[in-house]
């Protein structure tokens, strides 16, 4: 897939995965519309893009504000003429045991990590058929290919992601829109840091936990950035980033349901 003044969507944009897609796909020439709910990171994502020498329209907004994602798709249109990619990115961390969480806070992490995804799919799938080279390009996890204990709201919404991107790619396999799934391992972003936490944990529980997943987030996100666009330009079906991505990918499918025991005594070093 040639990038070059193509239009892409891309929502989490404001800093991590994210920023790091948008800034891969500018330096290829594509022109962005990127999309977060925070405006300070938006506004540095967009200038550095600039930078680069393509447009990068700014669309502060909420993924799970109905309206507002109804309403984007003719925005873009109208500044930028077309979409060809649709990058769903945004998402949440949540800690906790599924006892632990409470229904509120699980309903906040699927609202944004999947439902989100669909509506955006939804809204914006008409404008994307019309392009003649189109991809929707969803990040889903690690952690959408295996479920770890204490994870249960973000390996449910990940594995979602995951069901949902391959379907869709069936369904849609005759027509000129291909779908990426993404499943990025330990890349070093702030969502451990920024993960909610149920009130009541132990804050030294907490902390510790934080500071373990954080020790597994090594890969720099420009290199995530750079590995998810070039598997799009190569419209692969699906992207393990990283190669502790690609050895728990493994584990599973050598021990689909006894990885657990393995993977149990990795994550607690």
């Known amino acids: 897939m040639q990038l070059r003044d193509r239009v892409a969507v891309v929502t989490g944009a404001g800093g991590g995965i994210g920023r790091a897609l948008a800034l891969a796909l500018a330096r290829r020439g594509a022109q962005l519309a990127l999309v977060d709910v925070a405006a300070d990171g938006l506004a540095g994502t967009a200038a550095a893009a600039a930078a680069l020498g393509v447009r990068a329209l700014e669309h502060r907004m909420d993924v799970t504000d109905r309206a507002a994602v109804a309403a984007l798709p003719e925005r873009v249109r109208s500044d930028l003429g077309r979409v060809d990619l649709l990058v769903n990115n945004a998402g949440v961390a949540l800690g906790g045991t599924f006892e632990q969480v409470c229904e509120a806070d699980f309903d906040w992490l699927i609202a944004i990590n999947f439902d989100a995804v669909v509506r955006m799919t939804r809204a914006f799938l008409p404008l994307l058929q019309t392009s003649d080279d189109a991809r929707i390009v969803n990040v889903s996890s690690i952690y959408g290919i295996v479920a770890p204990a204490g994870q249960t709201a973000y390996a449910a919404s990940k594995f979602a992601v995951r069901g949902f991107s391959n379907a869709l790619r069936h369904e849609l ?73 690609v050895v728990v990918a493994w584990l599973e499918r050598l021990a689909p349901v006894g990885y657990w025991r393995v993977l149990r005594r990795l994550l607690e070093r």
């Open 173 to 245: 396999e005759a027509t000129r829109v291909g779908v990426t799934v993404v499943h990025p391992g330990g890349v070093a972003t702030a969502i451990a840091r920024s993960a909610r936490v149920p009130p009541g944990v132990d804050a030294e529980e907490v902390a510790r936990r934080r500071a373990a997943a954080d020790r597994k987030l090594r890969m720099p996100p420009e290199r995530a950035g750079e590995i998810i666009v070039r598997a799009v330009e190569r419209r692969r079906a699906r992207v393990l980033v990283g190669g502790d991505a």
